[in-house]
């Protein structure tokens, strides 16, 4: 395999960076240059902090093709993400993207040799000769000096910048000719100029300058000056001082780290070192935003901003600005007039640059706006409404000063509007400010509005680029699609107009591809409207097309997707496996839009769907490949379409599968189980231990995954038991997962039905008194298969209130069974009975009604079943006894009833047991003795009870004080009373007096000895 072009291009978004490497190989095989033997490779590369996080590998043509269409598609690739805001890092055969770029960066038609520019120059010129010279204050010439290097501007050319050229000759002469400002200014437009030959005569400035910062100016103008060569050789002593000040810092990858006693020195030294090495200078800007702005480093950072105001960098002055302009400067370690100048240094400086021409005004300029925008995007708008750019001097005159409502002060510490913007919606006119380099650099102005996230800066940017009509139509697709698919509205409707205009301008299918690949990459809104209805008039000529079919497939638009299904019946459908099989590596969104592409593209594969004839048509190595790719939506793309390819199943790599099955991310592991079922049976049995552990996971995608290979094991017992175990375990557990029950369930009732365990009489016991929801309906599943002597019938009763519906049915149809014949049931059945009455279901308590109240037999109520029913706590259950207790009062048990029912806690039982006693039938004097006399122990419990039964107390004492009418049945209510006279309460024995009046009245001899008359005692008499 051999190299023939690679491309290497860089998307940063801090601290984040994605390499994507394209390379063209030739196969080592047989053929000329022209033949089907080459492919393009692609490799993602996503890093943070310099670390390699992810890598893709993949490829744009599944099948060889020739030289000409490999490079045709990797230019296009190339192209589309240099579009996209995509930066070249580095490139071997790829001439024509040098081209592209160099054109980019071309200075605008018009701008070589503006006569104003070269009057100026003349005029400045001719003031550095002569009389006019001598008559010059020193302050004056120093002015003259810094205004020609302001006019420096190499990339322009012209006759304006040979002049300023021509005068190095002059410049030197004049050195330590006046005060230290003139040689400090003539360092900077030496420097700025270029000359090597006038090198030697910065070195000796640097070594005898006046002041450090001239000699400081004259040492950054020599370096410039060097050749290459010498150069490094001054630069090695810097470098091997900054290592060891900085070691950890120039390790590979290694994350910016500030050295613990770094000072203004060391600051400079590394300022000095990332000018002329692209390798730290991120480093340093990465400081530089951080760095603390203390006393202590404030010299040095001062003359770094001033380096790189001399060396143009934007970059770094964009980094030094933001650390001025904006929310929290003002915490800085200095004095706020300080401050306030710093802010404003950024903005005059810029302004400058654009009222010259220069051609990097507008470089400066999106660097300044492209740091507040990183600034403000890490702010919220306040609740007041005021945007985060609210603070910034930048947003104010550069993004607003045109806008009429604007209030704000010179320096526009915070500024305001005096009515709300509306920034989903441009303005009539243009608000910017610099119109004029804006429409000098239209290029600019377009990457700005394609990066930046400011909603502000868009809409005034956006606003201005709309007034680019003439430059924006001589864009391609690729250069347009970023507007296309811009998130702002705005920007997004701009797009389209530009992609309606030139769908309508060009007459040739070729010229309007590209754009109708471009709108397919759209989102949902208008412009997956407007493709829709432009393919709908004439779908069979786009469906000839198979790489547009495969984008609609691929589109993150609904609506475009829906096209290419409609394409897709007039299209070849192995041409657009394909296509689709080159797109899906170079898919470039968010997890969002790749799920829903995920999610339509699955019902393409199955069975009998439209591509599933075509799937095992492509090779099956791209496939494999995409099985390892940082997006999980494309492993999850790739596993479908491997199961509908046999050739791809047999070359799966077996370090693949593993892979896949030892993922934390659960799709990536159900991909896995997915892929396992191009394991053989035999080799598929032997898994069971995994099968079942996958089985009882928390996560339903696995649970979902594994079922169907559960279900092609039903012939294999012993690996089905194993499973069946596993799953019988959890269901004793709590639910980790939702769902995880109803899974378990339905695999051991359905396919792992015939070697359930526990399916006896005791594990369903187990399972229907476990706490698990889980296993108490397992139990309810295995009880339907148990004869109605599985267990007794006070296990019967305790199952009818179970929680299950099903096996409260069950155990009710077992106890009719077990109690048939209902006459034949005895007081012991009954009894076991008893848990029905704690029925909380309205259907058992229904069925214990009937049972108790009406099946039962009289002889199968025992006195203590009827006692323990009226104890109950439940209310209905109490009535019932008291209901079947009525009819057996009259039997000898009466006494045992009353008594224990004497000192029960509910006032209704209470009453029901007095009651009775009231409605005894009239008997004879001695046999309603002997009745009382059995009743006594019930009487002595109700009337000894304190504060309690006040009804019942009443009650009885009625009763028992209208039974003394004879005389049998008076001596044993005497008997009671004299008890309770000397027991009962104070407030009770009055009462008992009385009755036992009543008694010795009626009946004299029965009399109690503490009842006889004794003499009054006389008190006061003397003692005899």
């Known amino acids: 395999m051999n190299l023939l072009a690679q491309a290497v291009l860089s998307l940063t978004q801090a601290p984040k960076e994605r390499l994507s490497t394209v390379a063209v190989l030739a196969l080592d095989q047989p053929g000329d240059d022209g033949s089907a033997r080459h492919v393009v490779s692609l490799q993602v590369t996503r890093l943070r902090g310099g670390l390699v996080e992810q890598?893709?590998?993949?490829?744009?043509?599944?099948?060889?093709?020739?030289?000409?269409?490999?490079?045709?598609?990797?230019?296009?690739?190339?192209?589309?993400?240099?579009?996209?805001?995509?930066?070249?890092?580095?490139?071997?055969?790829?001439?024509?993207?040098?081209?592209?770029?160099q054109a980019a960066s071309a200075p605008p038609p018009g701008l070589a040799e503006p006569c104003a520019q070269d009057q100026a120059v003349?005029?400045?010129?001719?003031?550095?000769?002569?009389?006019?010279?001598?008559?010059?204050?020193?302050?004056?010439?120093?002015?003259?000096?810094?205004?020609?290097?302001?006019?420096?501007?190499?990339?322009?050319?012209?006759?304006?910048?040979?002049?300023?050229?021509?005068?190095?000759?002059?410049?030197?002469?004049?050195?330590?000719?006046?005060?230290?400002?003139?040689?400090?200014?003539?360092?900077?437009?030496?420097?700025?100029?270029?000359?090597?030959?006038?090198?030697?005569?910065?070195?000796?400035?640097?070594?005898?300058?006046?002041?450090?910062?001239?000699?400081?100016?004259?040492?950054?103008?020599?370096?410039?000056?060097?050749?290459p060569e010498a150069r490094e050789a001054e630069l090695e002593p810097l470098r091997a001082r900054w290592q060891q000040l900085a070691p950890s810092a120039q390790a590979p990858g290694a994350a910016p780290a500030l050295p613990s006693d770094l000072d203004a020195k060391g600051l400079l030294l590394l300022d000095e070192l990332a000018s002329h090495e692209p390798a730290l200078s991120g480093l340093l800007h990465s400081l530089l935003a951080v760095l603390p702005v203390s006393r202590r480093l404030w010299p040095a950072i001062r003359r770094i901003y001033k380096r790189a105001e001399w060396?143009?960098?934007?970059?770094?002055?964009?980094?030094?600005?933001?650390?001025?302009?904006?929310?929290?400067?003002?915490?800085?370690?200095?004095?706020?007039?300080?401050?306030?100048?710093?802010?404003?240094?950024?903005?005059?400086?810029?302004?400058?640059?654009?009222?010259?021409?220069?051609?990097?005004?507008?470089?400066?300029?999106?660097?300044?706006?492209?740091?507040?925008?990183?600034?403000?995007?890490q702010q919220a708008t306040s609740r007041a409404g005021q945007l985060p750019e609210m603070r910034w001097l930048l947003a104010a005159r550069l993004l607003l000063p045109r806008w009429p409502v604007l209030h704000a002060n010179a320096r526009a510490q915070s500024w305001s509007c005096k009515e709300p913007l509306d920034l989903q919606r441009l303005p009539e006119a243009r608000v910017d400010g610099l119109a004029a380099m804006w429409d000098d650099h239209p290029r600019e102005l377009l990457g700005l509005v394609v990066r930046l996230q400011s909603t502000l800066a868009l809409w005034s940017l956006t606003r201005a680029l709309r007034d680019q009509s003439a430059w924006l139509a001589g864009l391609d697709a690729s250069q347009a699609a970023p507007l296309l698919l811009h998130?702002?509205?705005?920007?997004?409707?701009?797009?389209?107009?530009?992609?309606?205009?030139?769908?309508?301008?060009?007459?040739?299918?070729?010229?309007?591809?590209?754009?109708?690949?471009?709108?397919?990459?759209?989102?949902?809104?208008?412009?997956?409207?407007?493709?829709?209805?432009?393919?709908?008039?004439?779908?069979?000529?786009?469906?000839r097309d198979a790489e547009l079919v495969a984008a609609l497939l691929?589109?993150?638009?609904?609506?475009?997707?829906?096209?290419?299904?409609?394409?897709?019946?007039?299209?070849?459908?192995?041409?657009?496996?394909?296509?689709?099989?080159?797109?899906?590596?170079?898919?470039?969104?968010?997890?969002?839009?790749?799920?829903?592409?995920?999610?339509?593209?699955?019902?393409?594969?199955?069975?009998?769907?439209p591509l599933a004839r075509h799937a095992a048509g492509v090779p099956a190595e791209p496939l494999l490949h995409l099985l390892a790719h940082s997006q999980t939506a494309l492993v999850e793309v790739a596993c479908f379409w491997l199961l509908a390819h046999p050739q791809g199943l047999r070359g799966l790599p077996a370090t693949t599968l593993r892979a896949l099955l030892a993922s934390t991310e659960v799709a990536r592991t159900a991909c896995g189980i997915r892929l396992m079922a191009s394991l053989r049976d035999d080799m598929l049995a032997r898994q069971a231990e995994v099968l079942a552990e996958f089985a009882a996971s928390p996560h339903a995608p696995l649970?979902?995954?594994?079922?169907?290979?559960?279900?092609?094991?039903?012939?294999?017992?012993?690996?089905?038991?194993?499973?069946?175990?596993?799953?019988?375990?959890?269901?004793?557990?709590?639910?980790?997962?939702?769902?995880?029950?109803?899974?378990?369930?339905?695999?051991?009732?359905?396919?792992?039905?015939?070697?359930?365990?526990?399916?006896?009489?005791?594990?369903?016991?187990?399972?229907?008194?476990?706490?698990?929801?889980?296993?108490?309906?397992?139990?309810?599943?295995?009880?339907?298969?148990?004869?109605?002597?599985?267990?007794?019938?006070?296990?019967?009763?305790?199952?009818?209130?179970?929680?299950?519906?099903?096996?409260?049915?069950?155990?009710?149809?077992?106890?009719?069974?077990?109690?048939?014949?209902?006459?034949?049931?005895?007081?012991?059945?009954?009894r076991q009975l008893m848990p029905l009455a704690d029925a909380l279901f309205a259907d058992t308590q229904q069925y214990a009604r009937q049972l108790f109240g009406e099946r039962l037999p009289a002889a199968a109520l025992s006195p203590e079943l009827l006692v323990a029913w009226v104890d109950h706590p439940q209310d209905w259950i109490q009535a019932l006894g008291r209901q079947r207790m009525g009819l057996q009062m009259s039997a000898g048990e009466a006494s045992l009833f009353l008594t224990r029912l004497a000192q029960h806690p509910s006032t209704s039982v209470q009453l029901f047991v007095t009651q009775?006693?009231?409605?005894?039938?009239?008997?004879?004097?001695?046999?309603?003795?002997?009745?009382?006399?059995?009743?006594?122990?019930?009487?002595?419990?109700?009337?000894?009870?304190?504060?309690?039964?006040?009804?019942?107390?009443?009650?009885?004492?009625?009763?028992?004080?209208?039974?003394?009418?004879?005389?049998?049945?008076?001596?044993?209510?005497?008997?009671?009373?004299?008890?309770?006279?000397v027991s009962a309460s104070h407030a009770d024995q009055p009462e008992y007096v009385a009755g036992l009046r009543d008694i010795v009245t009626r009946h004299p001899e029965l009399a109690q000895s503490f009842m006889q008359a004794l003499p009054v005692e006389q008190r006061g008499a003397a003692v005899s």
């Open 703 to 830: 649970r979902a995954a594994v079922m169907p290979l559960i279900e092609r094991l039903a012939g294999d017992a012993h690996g089905n038991a194993v499973i069946a175990r596993r799953l019988h375990d959890a269901l004793f557990r709590a639910e980790h997962g939702p769902g995880l029950y109803d899974d378990a369930l339905r695999m051991l009732t359905g396919c792992l039905a015939g070697v359930a365990p526990a399916r006896d009489a005791g594990g369903i016991w187990r399972a229907l008194q476990a706490q698990a929801t889980g296993a108490q309906r397992y139990g309810a599943w295995g009880l339907q298969a148990l004869e109605d002597d599985a267990y007794t019938l006070r296990q019967w009763a305790g199952l009818a209130k179970h929680a299950d519906a099903k096996v409260r049915m069950r155990s009710r149809s077992s106890l009719d069974a077990l109690l048939s014949p209902m006459e034949h049931v005895d007081s012991e059945q009954a």
């Open 122 to 227: 003349a005029a400045l010129c001719a003031r550095l000769d002569g009389h006019a010279w001598r008559l010059m204050p020193d302050g004056q010439r120093a002015r003259l000096v810094w205004r020609l290097a302001e006019y420096v501007d190499a990339a322009r050319g012209g006759a304006a910048q040979e002049q300023l050229l021509a005068q190095v000759p002059r410049l030197i002469a004049l050195l330590e000719s006046g005060d230290d400002l003139l040689d400090y200014c003539l360092a900077y437009l030496v420097g700025r100029l270029g000359d090597p030959g006038a090198g030697i005569a910065m070195q000796a400035l640097a070594q005898r300058g006046r002041s450090q910062a001239t000699r400081d100016m004259a040492r950054q103008a020599w370096l410039a000056l060097l050749s």
């Open 916 to 981: 009775w006693l009231l409605s005894l039938p009239e008997e004879p004097a001695p046999e309603r003795a002997r009745r009382l006399a059995r009743l006594q122990p019930y009487f002595l419990a109700v009337l000894s009870q304190v504060h309690r039964a006040r009804t019942s107390k009443t009650r009885v004492l009625h009763f028992l004080r209208s039974q003394v009418q004879e005389r049998e049945s008076a001596a044993v209510v005497a008997a009671i009373f004299a008890r309770q006279v």
């Open 55 to 101: 890598a893709d590998d993949g490829t744009l043509t599944p099948l060889p093709v020739s030289l000409a269409q490999a490079r045709l598609r990797a230019l296009d690739f190339l192209r589309q993400r240099l579009g996209c805001g995509h930066v070249l890092v580095s490139q071997s055969g790829f001439d024509e993207l040098e081209e592209l770029l």
């Open 554 to 609: 691929l589109s993150p638009s609904e609506t475009s997707r829906t096209q290419g299904l409609a394409l897709l019946l007039y299209a070849d459908g192995h041409a657009v496996t394909l296509a689709l099989l080159a797109a899906l590596p170079a898919l470039d969104a968010d997890d969002a839009e790749l799920a829903e592409i995920r999610d339509a593209l699955q019902p393409l594969f199955a069975d009998s769907a």
């Open 311 to 377: 060396r143009r960098d934007a970059a770094m002055l964009g980094v030094l600005h933001a650390r001025f302009d904006g929310v929290g400067a003002q915490a800085f370690d200095f004095s706020r007039d300080t401050w306030l100048y710093m802010r404003l240094r950024g903005w005059r400086q810029l302004r400058r640059m654009a009222a010259l021409g220069h051609s990097g005004s507008a470089a400066l300029a999106a660097s300044l706006l492209e740091h507040m925008d990183m600034r403000c995007a």
């Open 487 to 543: 998130r702002y509205g705005p920007a997004a409707s701009l797009g389209l107009e530009l992609a309606q205009q030139q769908l309508v301008a060009l007459d040739s299918a070729d010229g309007r591809r590209p754009w109708l690949l471009a709108l397919a990459r759209c989102p949902e809104g208008p412009a997956a409207r407007y493709l829709s209805a432009r393919l709908s008039g004439d779908r069979t000529a786009a469906a």
